[in-house]
């Protein structure tokens, strides 16, 4: 089912230099410095309970181009909000899905699928409908085999450094127990604030009161609240923590005086019973964002937590979905930002401070050449995040590289990251990058751009070792 020169360049001389460069990096471990796993899978060590639930449910590629072709989202598990009816059986799931296999055709999802279907779970048996219910038993056959469970397969797949995303709020319960257990993995937690420094979340003030009452700090102060925030950073960094990350819908920075920035926070702390018009309050809860955001990375370059910012998504686009389904459901949009406009205030007051790394995503493609890579080419606290999301992909991924190395070279760049729901699809979306970047790199070299020792020092650490620095992983 796998050609073994797959994603790699049609050229054969080409090919034969990436095939190459390949076979150095295949094997490497892997380091996963942001995904969405839950710890509690590593804590508790259980099995995954069924392969539709693990692979169309939860992923939000599946649900999106289903939906674009009207299959309803509770034909593939998803459940209504306050519906307490049990969810469609996975095996119909998984029948659902496979009579649309044809639907992703060329696009990654497929490339990963088959990977995990093939390379990880053994199934040599293509899918489609006529043998939906062949892949479903024998997937989770394999899934109720103890060589399947989180742990062995974290080993098997060679993972080194495996980090988590995790609300400010979360008791970080599972990550306690790993760091007491004696299993030698290393999963950590990744901090991500958004739920408390967000005042148009309709929970707002209520998050503010719980991180009062998790870390004994005052958060009716602005004082108190910072207090708050580096406490909540402390118990992650404790549990192994060296990031953070940030969703913003724009990259907008704001250097208030403590004085303004203490002011602002009263007014967005108090709600909207304070005389504020309506334009008053969007624009005072845009404001706090970009003052939180420079907050934030001020107290990265005190404390030596990575700083994520991933910026350019219309969160929730489709209001009857997320009526029905609430967030995460498949509708959220890239849109446009400006990276040198909003950064000018962050980048002014930090830019050079030594202790500092603020790492750089984006949906925007055209932001590449004409905005990222200069400013990761100067600022020395800039690095950037590879192609994300809707750009996780073969072409996204060239178009990156093609975009941005002439600028801001490979080591203004951290690697890859895997931003996976599924544990099971790691190993699938690191072959993709690192077939990418093979074919990138022995392009270079048939250009004469590079020779062939430095196109395998740079495709290892392309594979692994950026990823490992700009993460401050030891491996």
């Keep these: ?174 990550h306690a127990r790993l760091r007491d257990d004696r299993w030698p993995g290393r999963v950590v937690p990744t901090f991500r604030p958004d739920d408390v420094v967000d005042p148009d979340r309709p929970d707002f003030a209520a998050n503010l009161d719980r991180l009062a009452d998790l870390t004994g700090e005052d958060t009716g102060s602005w004082d108190g609240y910072l207090a708050a925030l580096r406490a909540r950073r402390a118990a992650f960094a404790d549990l192994g923590a060296t990031a953070t990350d940030h969703g913003p819908a724009t990259p907008t920075t704001v ?82 930002v400006d990276f040198v406009g909003g950064l000018a205030p962050l980048l002014g007051r930090l830019g050079h401070e030594p202790r500092l790394t603020v790492v750089l995503y984006t949906l925007d493609e055209s932001t590449y050449s004409r905005e990222l890579a200069p400013l990761a080419g100067h600022y020395p606290v800039l690095r950037l995040g590879p192609a994300w999301w809707f750009h996780d992909s073969p072409e996204g991924m060239r178009r990156f590289r093609r975009l941005v190395t002439e600028t801001a070279g490979f080591h203004n760049t951290v690697g890859f990251n895997d931003d996976a729901r599924s544990l099971l699809t790691i190993p699938a979306r690191h072959d993709v990058a690192r077939r990418i970047d093979a074919g990138f790199l022995a392009e270079l070299v048939a250009e004469h751009r590079l020779d062939e020792a430095e196109a395998a020092e740079t495709a290892a650490d392309l594979a692994v070792g950026l990823a490992r620095r700009a993460f401050r992983v030891d491996p």
């Design 1 to 174: 089912m796998l050609h073994p020169d797959r994603l790699l360049p049609a050229d054969p001389g080409v090919r034969r230099l990436a095939r190459a460069l390949y076979e150095r990096t295949r094997d490497l471990p892997i380091v996963s410095p942001h995904g969405h796993l839950d710890p509690a899978a590593f804590a508790d060590d259980a099995p995954v309970d069924d392969i539709a639930h693990e692979l169309v449910s939860r992923d939000h590629y599946v649900l999106r181009m289903l939906h674009s072709q009207g299959v309803p989202l509770e034909a593939l598990g998803r459940r209504p909000l306050g519906d307490d009816a049990p969810p469609t059986p996975g095996r119909e799931v998984w029948h659902t899905f496979a009579e649309h296999w044809h639907r992703f055709r060329a696009t990654p999802t497929r490339q990963w699928i088959e990977h995990t279907l093939g390379e990880v779970l053994g199934i040599d048996v293509p899918l489609g409908p006529d043998t939906a219910d062949d892949v479903y038993d024998a997937a989770n056959e394999r899934l109720a085999d103890p060589a399947y469970r989180p742990r062995a397969l974290y080993e098997r797949f060679g993972l080194e450094f495996l980090a988590t995303t995790d609300a400010a709020l979360d008791p970080l319960e599972a």
């Design 255 to 336: 250097d208030a005086p403590p004085a303004e920035a203490a002011a602002l926070f009263a007014r967005v702390r108090g709600g909207g019973s304070d005389g504020r018009t309506d334009g008053e309050r969007r624009a005072d809860a845009a404001c706090f964002r970009g003052v939180m955001l420079t907050e934030l990375a001020a107290m990265s370059a005190e404390d030596g937590l990575v700083m994520q910012i991933h910026p350019g998504s219309w969160r929730n686009h489709d209001p009857a979905v997320h009526r029905r389904f609430g967030p995460d459901a498949g509708a959220d949009i890239p849109r446009r």
